[in-house]
């Protein structure tokens, strides 16, 4: 199990522990703030509610977290530091020391968003480690984190760092110059400013600068950013055609970019008085929610088109199919019912508008369950590509229980039944022991081509006839024979 060490548990703090923690990763905190586990608790109950549902895999299991007593405790055995402190480079020097007097060699990533990491290395002991990995408020959803070395920076630790952030899912971008406040900070401190001067001079609130961002261009750059963006707008001549039809308006008084209000009590009031208005009705955790099921739902389309960010998010789901290990467990004993054949989670494409599991899935679970029996048996994927097949005449449902987003599934077999041509199964499919629902199926063994029940093969019968003999002895579930609207006993 990977470490992360996190020195600083505050917003950002936060969403990187979740980042971390729902990737598999265990993680200690270092954090003096007596409030730092309450508000961590807070990020890690959004994240848990939303992260997920960008996955159409299962993910890791999710790693444990702990409280550490130092900083030197925190980075004990780490295999990759991130820092989160407040924006003070005293502040960042002082524990960037700590750090190297006890781990001076694990990449060491820090939050900053605005210092260049020369600045961060200054006195260091070992420079080369550090480096800057900024992301985007809420970490454990958005997938960007920029990634800035300086010339005295380790190349084997950057690249080391950016191999960690594609494994949590997130697209480091390197930037391969250092400047202050990166790429992403500087575009929007430039937006900033200009909305600043706009409440300031009266022209629009905070509410309408925000509805022409989210009802206009806001969409636009969620899915195409600035210059694609613009490369339509030009028409069929693209690019050039839009720089030369809007390339005057540089020089005209459009913008106050290079002027800045005067920040003053004054403009606090009336920026924080309207911004109360806009959404004061809103806690902070309510509009975090609200958030972030919005961008659960947006980056979710974007994933179904493998654009943008949802092409990142279909990678990670490719590297956790192929880092998971096979769901199929070994059998129980054939001697035992039921027989634990499948294990599995639910997806975000597997529940309803109620936010349960919905019907579809639960025969999906059975089928999953049945086939890891039937391949138990030898009637595997190689024994229908030779013509022949189980197939299922008949399925009774019973509905015991909800399965909810992420919840973690077993799927289990008893023979009931069987002969050289049918298969009676019951299935129960479970979560922490307790049975969401029975499934009572009779399956036929078919000649494919011919298009009719017929014996199964020696060999399958040679595996599955023992199993049948040793279930006979065993209890008959309760549930088994039961029809639609019979009453139970």
Not at 164 to 171: E, K, R, S, T
Not at 218 to 228: A, H, I, K, S
Not at 331 to 357: C, F, K, S
């Amino acid at each position: 199990m990977p470490r992360a060490a996190l020195i600083g548990g505050g917003v950002i703090g936060g969403g990187w522990a979740a980042r971390f923690l729902l990737n598999g990763w265990d993680v200690a905190i270092f954090d003096p703030d007596p409030e730092a586990e309450r508000k961590i608790a807070e990020v890690l109950a959004n994240a848990r509610a939303s992260l997920p549902a960008l996955s159409d895999t299962p993910m890791p299991a999710e790693g444990r977290l702990r409280y550490a007593a130092s900083i030197a405790d925190a980075v004990a055995g780490a295999d990759y530091i991130q820092e989160s402190v407040s924006e003070r480079l005293d502040l960042k020097h002082r524990v960037y020391a700590e750090i190297q007097a006890a781990v001076p060699e694990i990449p060491l990533g820090s939050s900053t968003s605005g210092y260049r990491p020369s600045q961060l290395q200054e006195g260091a002991r070992n420079p080369g480690a550090i480096l800057v990995a900024h992301p985007f408020n809420p970490v454990y959803l958005l997938p960007l984190v920029e990634v800035v070395p300086s010339p005295a920076s380790d190349t084997a630790a950057i690249e080391r760092a950016k191999a960690v952030l594609v494994a949590l899912g997130m697209f480091p971008l390197h930037v391969r110059k250092e400047i202050d406040a990166h790429i992403a900070d500087r575009f929007l401190e430039a937006v900033w400013r200009e909305a600043l001067w706009l409440v300031k001079d009266g022209i629009a609130t905070t509410e309408e600068i925000d509805e022409a961002i989210r009802m206009g261009f806001g969409l636009r750059w969620g899915q195409m950013g600035l210059f694609e963006t613009y490369r339509i707008a030009g028409g069929e001549a693209g690019m050039r055609h839009f720089l030369a039809q809007f390339g005057p308006a540089l020089a005209w008084p459009w913008t106050k970019l290079m002027d800045v209000p005067e920040f003053d009590d004054e403009l606090v009031e009336l920026i924080a008085g309207q911004s109360d208005a806009q959404s004061g009705q809103l806690s902070i955790r309510e509009l975090e929610r609200i958030r972030d099921a919005n961008l659960v739902g947006f980056l979710r389309v974007l994933k179904e088109r493998n654009w943008g960010a949802g092409r990142v998010l279909l990678e990670h789901d490719a590297r956790l199919r192929e880092a998971a290990p096979d769901p199929t467990p070994e059998p129980t004993p054939e001697t035992a019912a039921p027989m634990v054949m499948a294990r599995m989670q639910v997806l975000p494409g597997w529940i309803d508008y109620n936010g349960h599991m919905t019907e579809s899935r639960y025969l999906f679970a059975s089928s999953e369950t049945t086939d890891a029996f039937l391949r138990h048996i030898g009637a595997g994927m190689d024994y229908v590509a030779a013509g022949h097949s189980y197939y299922t005449a008949e399925t009774h449902i019973m509905h015991l229980g909800e399965a909810k987003l992420g919840d973690r599934l077993t799927g289990s077999v008893q023979v009931l039944g069987a002969d050289e041509k049918r298969l009676h199964v019951f299935i129960r499919i479970e979560r922490d022991g307790q049975a969401v629902a029975t499934l009572e199926q009779m399956l036929l063994h078919v000649d494919m081509e011919a298009g009719r029940a017929c014996p199964a093969a020696p060999e399958v019968l040679a595996r599955l006839m023992p199993i049948a003999e040793a279930h006979a002895a065993l209890a008959r579930p309760p549930a088994a024979g039961r029809h639609v609207g019979q009453r139970k006993t």
